[in-house]
């Protein structure tokens, strides 16, 4: 698709985001996606808890996090250029992240994005959707992995 189709069909400007989905996750998967994002991308992981950031995700808080239920907040911001994707590890069943149509401009900034989910299904082999904000069966983007591809 050439740009502007890209800006009009899935990155258009709603005041909504979108989320990127990875369903039926286990814990070795996130382990797997932590690895990855911390070796790969630039990473500002917060922890409300403790108000302290850092530059990697640390598992071993995220999983006390869904463990507690008086928990506070964690988040972690994964830095494509320009693009800021965002995870609130929500549960571990899924792993969810979602970005804001509003930071992408270009073709390059769309290669990016691209990139990174190309990288996800990778590591995970497993399919990554991109969606219209809360609503899974609405697929604006979907990646396969490489092996699948071959078959």
């Known amino acids: 698709m050439h740009w ?5 069909k899935i990155y258009f400007e709603d005041g909504s985001l979108r989320d990127i989905y990875v369903l039926n ?11 990855l ?11 409300a808890k403790t108000d302290s950031t ?5 598992l071993k808080i995220v999983e006390k996090y869904w463990e507690s239920n008086d928990r506070e907040t964690i988040q972690a911001k994964i830095k494509l250029n320009s693009i800021i994707v ?12 979602d970005i804001d149509p509003s930071d992408f401009k270009s073709q390059v900034d769309h290669a990016n994005f691209v990139g990174y989910l190309d990288d ?3 590591v995970l082999r497993k399919e990554v959707y991109v ?4 609503t899974q ?10 092996f699948a591809r071959d078959n």
């Open 4 to 8: 502007q189709e890209l800006k009009d």
């Open 25 to 35: 996750t286990t814990k070795t998967d996130w382990k797997k996606w932590v690895a």
């Open 37 to 47: 994002v911390n070796e790969k991308y630039i990473v500002e992981f917060y922890d």
């Open 54 to 58: 850092s530059d990697k995700i640390d």
């Open 86 to 97: 965002m995870c609130h590890f929500f549960d571990d069943s899924e792993i969810e992240n």
């Open 120 to 122: 996800i299904a990778a």
């Open 131 to 134: 969606t219209v904000e809360n």
């Open 137 to 146: 069966s609405s697929i604006l983007i979907k990646r396969i992995p490489s």
